[in-house]
C-alpha cells in the first residue's frame, strides 16, 4: 500500500508540474487528460488528424499565436505568431525526435541531418539549386509537360476524374531527369512503384505518429509497422542506388570529372553530386542517395500536390482561371510553344495564382524544432527539452493577412501594400528561416511550366469545396477531388 501511494502521488505530482508551467508559459489547448496529455486527440485516421492540426493551430492563434500542447510528459509548443516562428526557425535549427521516425530513410539528408551536418551540406548543395543550373532544366520540364498534356487528352470531355495520376507521373518523371539524369524515356522510378511505396511509407510514419505509445523505438522495434517500413525502405534504397551506381559509371566512362558551376549546359543533381566529392571529400554514394531520396520525395510531393489544388481552385474559379488564360495569350504567341527561362518570369499572376492557393493549401502545413535552450519570445518563454510546432498553416491563415484571409485572392500577391507580401513569412509554405526548402524555386518553375501547358489546352472544372483532405507527413486530397477538362477552341 504505502508504494502504491508513493507511485500515485509520484503521478500526481508530475501531473501537476505539467499543467503549472513557470511564467511567461504558453495557455494550455484544452482537453488534457491525466498522464496522456492530449494524445488521445491523435487517435483516428489520417482525416481525422489533419483536422485535429487544423484546430490546434486556430487555436494558437486565437490564442495570441501560441498554445500549448501534451504528449504524456513531453511539451510541444504549438507557434503561428509571424514574428515568433521565425525567431525560433532562425535560433533552433535541430529537428525533434519524431524526425527520427524517417532516420532509417532519409539519415542525413537535408530534412533529418542534425544541424552540424546540414549546414555544411546545405552549403555544398546550394549551386545546385541556384538559376543558372536551374535555367538549363526548363527544356526537360517542357518536354514533360508536353507528356502531361497528351495524357490527359485521354480523359478531356469525359466528364470527372482524378488528375492526381497523371500529376504524380510528370512530377516523377520531371524530377528523375532533373536530379537523376535518367533519359525522358527512361521510367524506371515510375515502374519499380517508387510512388507507392514512398506514399505507402509515410502512411507508416504518420500511423506510428498517431500511435503514441509507439514513439518509443524500444516499442515501436516489435510492432508489425517497423517490419512493413523496413521492408519498404529498403526497396527505395535499393532502387536509388541501382540509378546511382550506374550514372557514377557513365561519367566514370566518360571521364568527366570537371564540375563546372559556370556551365550552362544540362547536368542533373546527381551528377554535380557524383562530381563532388573530388572537391569536397565526403560525398559518399549512401550519402549522395539520402540526399537525392530527400529531395526526390520533398520535390514530386509538393509538385503534384500543388498542382493539383490549384487546378481544383481554378475550376472553381472561372473568373480567375480566364484571366489567368489570358495573361498565356499575351506572354506566348502560339498555344504549342514551350515555356522559355525568360518566360516564366512574365507569368506574373499565374504565380500569384500559385502562392495564394499554396497559402490556403500548404502541402506541409507544419514543421517542427527541438527546443534546446529556453527562448524568450514576445509575450511567452519556449523551455529547453521541449518541442516547438510552427504550424505554417496557422500562419498562412493568421489575421495578418486581412479581414478577407480565408478568401481566395490571387490579388493580394500583386498588392505592393501588402505587408506579408514582402515578410520573411510570406512563403511559409516552403518552411521559414534560413532551414527551409532548398528547392522552392525549381518547384514554382516546375509548377508554372506544367500550368502554362495546360491551362493553354484545356478549360478545368471543379468544385474545392468538395474537397476531404487528410495528413500523411503531407496535407493531400483524398476524397472529392475530380475536375473535368474541355479542349479550348
Not at 484544452?30 to 484546430?55: E, R, T
Not at 500559385?354 to 524568450?376: F, G, H, N, Q, S
Not at 491563415?397 to 514582402?422: C, I, Y
Amino acid at each position: 500500500m504505502i508504494v502504491l501511494v508513493i507511485l500515485l502521488s509520484g503521478i500526481v505530482l508530475a501531473w501537476w508540474h505539467l499543467l503549472r508551467q513557470p511564467p511567461r508559459s504558453p495557455p494550455l489547448f484544452p482537453g488534457a487528460l491525466p498522464l496522456i496529455g492530449h494524445a488521445h486527440h491523435l487517435f483516428g485516421d489520417s482525416k481525422n488528424l489533419w483536422l485535429v492540426l487544423q484546430k490546434v493551430q486556430m487555436n494558437s492563434v486565437s490564442q495570441g499565436g501560441i498554445c500549448r500542447v501534451l504528449l504524456g510528459p513531453h511539451t510541444v509548443y504549438v507557434l503561428t505568431d509571424p514574428e515568433d516562428s521565425l525567431t525560433v526557425a532562425n535560433s533552433c535549427f535541430d529537428k525533434p525526435y519524431i524526425y527520427d521516425f524517417s532516420k532509417d530513410y532519409l539519415k542525413n539528408g537535408l530534412i533529418t541531418a542534425k544541424t552540424s551536418m546540414w549546414k555544411v551540406h546545405r552549403k555544398v548543395l546550394n549551386p545546385a539549386f541556384n538559376q543558372q543550373v536551374l535555367n538549363t532544366y526548363v527544356d526537360d520540364m517542357n518536354v514533360q509537360a508536353q507528356h502531361l498534356t497528351s495524357q490527359l487528352a485521354l480523359e478531356a470531355g469525359k466528364g470527372p476524374f482524378i488528375a492526381r495520376k497523371y500529376l504524380v507521373d510528370f512530377a516523377l518523371s520531371t524530377v528523375a531527369r532533373t536530379s537523376m539524369g535518367l533519359d525522358p524515356q527512361d521510367k524506371t522510378w515510375i515502374s519499380a512503384g517508387y510512388n507507392e511505396k514512398l506514399e505507402d511509407l509515410l502512411g507508416s510514419y504518420t500511423e506510428r505518429l498517431r500511435k503514441v505509445w509507439l514513439h518509443p523505438s524500444f516499442l515501436f522495434d516489435w510492432s508489425s509497422i517497423k517490419l512493413k517500413q523496413d521492408q519498404l525502405t529498403n526497396k527505395l534504397k535499393d532502387i536509388a542506388i541501382q540509378i546511382i551506381n550506374k550514372r557514377k559509371s557513365e561519367l566514370e566512362a566518360k571521364k568527366n570529372t570537371m564540375y563546372d558551376d559556370s556551365s550552362d549546359k544540362f547536368k542533373s543533381i546527381l551528377d554535380q553530386l557524383v562530381l563532388m566529392p573530388e572537391k569536397q571529400g565526403d560525398f559518399t554514394p549512401n550519402v549522395i542517395r539520402e540526399h537525392l531520396d530527400s529531395l526526390s520525395a520533398a520535390a514530386y510531393e509538393t509538385t503534384s500536390l500543388s498542382t493539383t489544388a490549384v487546378l481544383l481552385i481554378l475550376g472553381s474559379n472561372q473568373e480567375v482561371q480566364d484571366r489567368v488564360y489570358n495573361e498565356l495569350k499575351e506572354v506566348f504567341e502560339h498555344d504549342n510553344f514551350d515555356v522559355t527561362k525568360q518566360d516564366l518570369p512574365k507569368l506574373v499572376y499565374l504565380e500569384a495564382v500559385i502562392r495564394e492557393t499554396m497559402r490556403l493549401y500548404p502541402t506541409t502545413p507544419i514543421v517542427a524544432r527541438k527546443v534546446d535552450k529556453d527562448v524568450r519570445l514576445k509575450n511567452f518563454t519556449l523551455r529547453a527539452g521541449s518541442t516547438c510546432a510552427l504550424g505554417l498553416y496557422g500562419l498562412l491563415h493568421h489575421p495578418v493577412w486581412g479581414p478577407d484571409v480565408e478568401q481566395f485572392r490571387p490579388e493580394r500577391w500583386l498588392e505592393t501594400a501588402n505587408s506579408m507580401k514582402h515578410s520573411s513569412c510570406n512563403n511559409a509554405y516552403f518552411g521559414i528561416g534560413k532551414r527551409n526548402c532548398i528547392g522552392k524555386v525549381y518547384t514554382m518553375m516546375v509548377m508554372k511550366t506544367a500550368l502554362a501547358h495546360i491551362l493553354r489546352r484545356y478549360r478545368v472544372t471543379s468544385d474545392i469545396k468538395n474537397v476531404v483532405w487528410e495528413y500523411e507527413i503531407v496535407l493531400k486530397p483524398v476524397q472529392g477531388h475530380h475536375i473535368s477538362l474541355t479542349l479550348r477552341s
